[in-house]
């Protein structure tokens, strides 16, 4: 499988978070949240000074490929199990996977101020409110920065030009890797989710044109990496996958087993 394209430009370490850390908080309610609903309504210029670098491999001083810092997220089609690669390249990499779901499931506890507004919209089959996940992810980036680490993988958003747009108000995001399915390959995966098989024409329509918001608006950025994801074959999905980003010799030197799904 061609290399599709390269590493993200040099690493940054998060800088939307200023002043103290307050790891020992973990305050979600309504006024936690508010700052980030406020974003919500903010919309960039589409003729935005374009950045025009080209992009190179992070290196360390002894000249491989460090993923410290870097700034990655993951999206990806239906079916293509885009959150395992995430992880594996987090370990491969050595920084955080940060799973959306995962930070959304650990506020369903009746402890958590967040568990009533999460739960009534899982309750009517609704997406989470998006004051409430980015709310959680700008804790989450606090709490790194607590604990002095640097850099992520992040999946699970953005799902649409409008939460990239917020997104890029919290993080400044070095690369976005796009998993994609053939046409046929998505079709399937959006049948067998789908509870009724006439609809997924449908749901492929919206779903195509949230995808390729998407997928223009990193394009401007220069910062998205398209990759086709290999049918039936993970272990050959993750070699073209370390190859288009320049990381086969940390692969080579990692002892994880091989990749099966």
Not at 99 to 117: A, C, D, F, N, T
Not at 143 to 157: K, M, V
Not at 182 to 201: C, M, V
Request: aromatic share 6%; with cysteine.
């Amino acid at each position: 499988m061609p290399a599709i394209g390269r590493l993200a430009a040099a690493a940054r370490p998060v800088t939307r978070f200023r002043g103290a850390c307050h790891c020992a908080s973990r305050s979600h309610g309504a006024s936690a949240v508010q700052a980030m609903c406020d974003l919500k309504d903010v919309w960039l210029d589409e003729d935005a000074q374009r950045r025009g670098e080209e992009s190179e491999p992070v290196m360390d001083s002894e000249g491989s490929v460090s993923g410290k810092g870097v700034q990655w997220v993951v999206i990806g089609d239906p079916g293509t199990k885009k959150h395992v690669y995430a992880s594996r390249l987090s370990k491969l990499i050595r920084v955080p996977h940060i799973s959306i779901g995962s930070l959304v499931r650990q506020e369903l506890s009746p402890r958590s101020e967040l568990y009533q507004q999460i739960s009534n919209a899982l309750y009517q089959g609704q997406a989470v409110p998006e004051d409430v996940v980015f709310g959680l992810l700008s804790q989450r980036l606090r709490d790194e920065q607590c604990r002095g680490e640097s850099g992520f993988i992040l999946d699970g958003i953005p799902r649409s030009r409008r939460q990239a747009e917020i997104l890029d108000e919290i993080a400044d995001i070095d690369l976005v890797i796009r998993f994609k399915f053939t046409e046929k390959l998505l079709g399937n995966s959006l049948i067998s989710s789908t509870s009724r098989g006439h609809a997924w024409n449908e749901k492929l329509g919206h779903y195509s044109v949230q995808v390729k918001e998407l997928e223009d608006y990193y394009k401007r950025q220069k910062k998205l990496l398209s990759f086709q994801v290999a049918s039936g074959a993970p272990a050959e999905t993750w070699q073209g996958l370390v190859a288009a980003l320049w990381l086969k010799h940390m692969n080579a030197a990692h002892s994880s087993p091989e990749l099966t799904i």
